[in-house]
């Protein structure tokens, strides 16, 4: 079992940034899979950005390439995501996801066995 607790989120406004973090436990992190899903009000959860167990390969949604950024510490058990360049429909909901191994890239939320309880980002002035 993992578990996947975030942090991180809160109200910014148009243009700011934000850093959520993901602390893992409870298997070893390093061999984990890890990606960030985001559910805004009324519309269906969808991928973000994911990234592989040693950090070496990113993936990222057109709709995010270029602002986000994700990251992760494995010393630490961390999975971390900075948002720069905030828009008003990066408001959602964020989700941190883990994927057993031997599972490569997946943006689907059927590809993850694990799931946090989210953090909200909202973006207005």
């Known amino acids: 079992q993992v578990q996947l607790v975030e942090s991180g989120g809160g109200l910014v406004q148009p243009g700011g940034s934000l850093r959520l973090s993901c602390a893992a436990s409870?298997?070893?992190?390093?061999?984990?899979?890890m990606a960030w899903f985001r559910q805004a009000p009324g519309k269906e959860r969808e991928f973000v950005t994911a990234i592989t167990w040693s950090g070496g390969r990113t993936y990222y949604a057109d709709s995010v390439k270029g602002r986000f950024t994700i990251s992760r510490d494995n010393a630490k058990n961390m999975v971390y995501l900075q948002m720069n360049s905030l828009k008003p429909e990066d408001t959602a909901v964020y989700y941190c996801?883990?994927?057993?191994?031997?599972?490569?890239?997946?943006?689907?939320?059927?590809?993850?066995?694990?799931w946090g309880q989210g953090t909200q980002v909202t973006v207005s002035s």
């Open positions: 996801a883990a994927r057993s191994p031997p599972g490569g890239f997946s943006d689907s939320q059927a590809g993850y066995d694990y």
């Open positions: 409870g298997r070893t992190f390093s061999t984990l899979y």
